[in-house]
């Protein structure tokens, strides 16, 4: 495999000279991922030019590579004909999650240009709501009926495969495209050929509902080490099936968007450089708008509890470690469980059980760095009282913050809403809020303020 800067000049100079079948022996010895790469490192003629001459299958699994915007830019370049041809053969998940992210006007423009059957297809995938089962399979599958013998079975594969996404697992439908089984390639390869198949294919199969979430696919999936998932409707009809290429972009996409919400902000659509400067702005703003109001809840509480800061100056030098030991804690409780609920090794059944683990690791917890906080309060100030207070408000808070890092992320989950955004600046702005009363009440009753 030659490099990517090696070829790029190469590339440069069959294109000027017009070399296509140099050019097509060059771009043989490369990946059409590093193709991808390479095309958008060219000028627009160049990359016009640069599709108009390579074989057409190499031309679509290039363009399989590229995403929606750069699939989009491409295509607004080039003739109609070779437009029309990109769109036809394109995988069928690719072109709905192309046309999905494009205006309806341009949608139309697109969707003029093709068969009458593509249409109908994508058509079809349009429909199913975004980041569902259905939204993200692919109807490029094979099905084969039970009654067929393995020689029929085979012969039928063999001549489906090259226009098919996979054809390690076939399935088994009924006459009515219900899906009762399937087998695998290695079932079908080392049965003998006059065995039905109905004798060789597995009745329990692993599959989604084409309204399912995404998400959840991906946790099937992952759990049963699957490299495809079938998907049925309502009537339990095959309407396609979910690849492992698929899932590999769902948890990309899921990992994204709890990346941004852990750090509270909005998920960007398009990578860094190319999304707008004030688009940044926005997606950032947000967040940080709902934290400033709700930090106003400790100002006021600092406000409430002025008299004791008065009273004993000294109980103001420990609110930091306070709240950022609670704030850590918290935001590491947090964490954990959404892990847990993104992995599948957490449910929202399993609720009290969490609560009961996290007060446990709590108690824990703030039992050691209470003794410790209370260490260095006496050491700084000599006071035992202020030092007493700082210890058990450590202590608590501790166990308050586990208990809400924990609790949150089930909460939102039941509501159905994304545990991510329970995290970070949410939770410490919570705990923030709680710890500063639990500290004031706490130094109020042992100080007698």
């Known amino acids: 495999m030659r490099h990517l800067s090696i070829m790029l000049p190469e590339i440069r100079e069959l294109l000027k000279l017009n070399k296509k079948e140099e050019l097509n022996e060059a771009l043989?010895?490369?990946h059409?991922?590093?193709?991808?790469?390479?095309?958008?490192?060219?000028?627009?003629?160049?990359?016009?030019?640069?599709?108009?001459?390579?074989?057409?299958?190499?031309?679509?699994?290039?363009?399989?590579?590229?995403?929606?915007?750069?699939?989009?830019?491409?295509?607004?370049?080039?003739e109609k004909e070779l437009s029309a041809y990109l769109l036809n053969e394109m995988s069928p998940d690719e072109r709905a999650d192309l046309l999905s992210s494009l205006p309806d006007e341009v949608v139309n423009k697109f969707l003029n240009l093709m068969?009458?059957?593509?249409?109908?297809?994508?058509?079809?995938?349009?429909?199913?709501?975004?980041?569902?089962?259905?939204?993200?399979m692919t109807t490029e599958y094979i099905s084969l009926t039970p009654e067929l013998m393995v020689s029929q079975a085979a012969e039928l594969i063999r001549q489906a495969a090259p226009k098919k996404e996979t054809i390690y697992y076939t399935y088994v439908t009924d006459h009515e495209h219900r899906l009762v089984g399937f087998v695998s390639l290695k079932d079908i390869f080392m049965a003998r050929e006059d065995v039905p198949i109905k004798k060789l294919m597995h009745r329990r199969v692993f599959k989604a509902f084409a309204e399912h979430d995404q998400e959840e696919v991906a946790q099937t999936v992952r759990k049963y080490?699957?490299?495809?998932?079938?998907?049925?409707?309502?009537?339990?009809?095959?309407?396609?099936?979910?690849?492992?290429?698929?899932?590999?972009?769902?948890?990309?996409?899921?990992?994204?968007?709890?990346?941004?919400?852990?750090?509270?902000?909005?998920?960007?659509?398009?990578?860094?450089?190319?999304?707008?400067?004030?688009?940044?702005?926005?997606?950032?703003?947000?967040?940080?708008?709902i934290l400033l109001i709700a930090v106003q809840f400790?100002?006021?509480?600092?406000?409430?509890?002025?008299?004791?800061?008065?009273?004993?100056?000294?109980?103001?030098?420990?609110?930091?470690l306070?709240?950022?030991?609670?704030?850590?804690?918290?935001?590491?409780?947090?964490?954990?469980?959404?892990?847990?609920?993104?992995?599948?090794?957490?449910?929202?059944?399993?609720?009290?059980?969490?609560?009961?683990?996290?007060i446990g690791l709590g108690l824990v917890l703030g039992g050691a760095l209470g003794v410790l906080g209370a260490g260095r309060a006496l050491l700084l100030?000599?006071?035992?009282?202020v030092s007493l207070a700082v210890g058990l408000a450590l202590a608590a808070t501790i166990v308050m913050a586990t208990l809400t890092g924990a609790f949150l992320p089930l909460l939102l989950k039941k509501l159905k809403i994304d545990p991510a955004v329970a995290a970070g600046p949410f939770i410490s702005t919570v705990v923030d809020i709680?710890?500063?009363?639990?500290?004031?009440?706490?130094?109020?009753?042992?100080?007698?303020?």
């Open 115 to 136: 068969s009458e059957n593509e249409r109908k297809d994508v058509e079809k995938l349009l429909r199913y709501p975004a980041n569902s089962a259905g939204s993200i």
């Open 225 to 289: 080490n699957l490299l495809a998932l079938p998907v049925i409707d309502k009537d339990k009809k095959l309407v396609g099936i979910v690849t492992v290429d698929d899932i590999m972009d769902v948890l990309r996409q899921e990992n994204t968007e709890d990346v941004y919400k852990m750090a509270a902000m909005l998920a960007p659509k398009e990578e860094y450089f190319n999304t707008g400067f004030f688009t940044l702005v926005r997606r950032r703003i947000v967040w940080l708008v």
């Open 32 to 78: 059409p991922a590093d193709i991808a790469d390479a095309l958008f490192d060219l000028h627009i003629k160049e990359q016009v030019a640069l599709i108009s001459r390579i074989d057409k299958e190499q031309m679509i699994k290039v363009f399989d590579e590229l995403d929606e915007e750069e699939q989009f830019e491409l295509l607004d370049k080039l």
């Open 434 to 449: 709680t710890a500063l009363i639990v500290y004031f009440e706490i130094a109020k009753a042992l100080l007698h303020l």
């Open 28 to 30: 043989r010895e490369m």
């Open 381 to 385: 100030q000599g006071n035992p009282f």
């Open 322 to 358: 306070l709240l950022n030991t609670a704030g850590n804690a918290g935001t590491q409780s947090s964490t954990t469980i959404i892990r847990g609920l993104a992995t599948g090794e957490i449910t929202i059944n399993q609720v009290l059980k969490v609560v009961r683990r996290e």
């Open 298 to 320: 400790s100002g006021q509480i600092l406000k409430n509890y002025g008299f004791a800061l008065e009273a004993v100056v000294a109980l103001a030098f420990f609110i930091p």
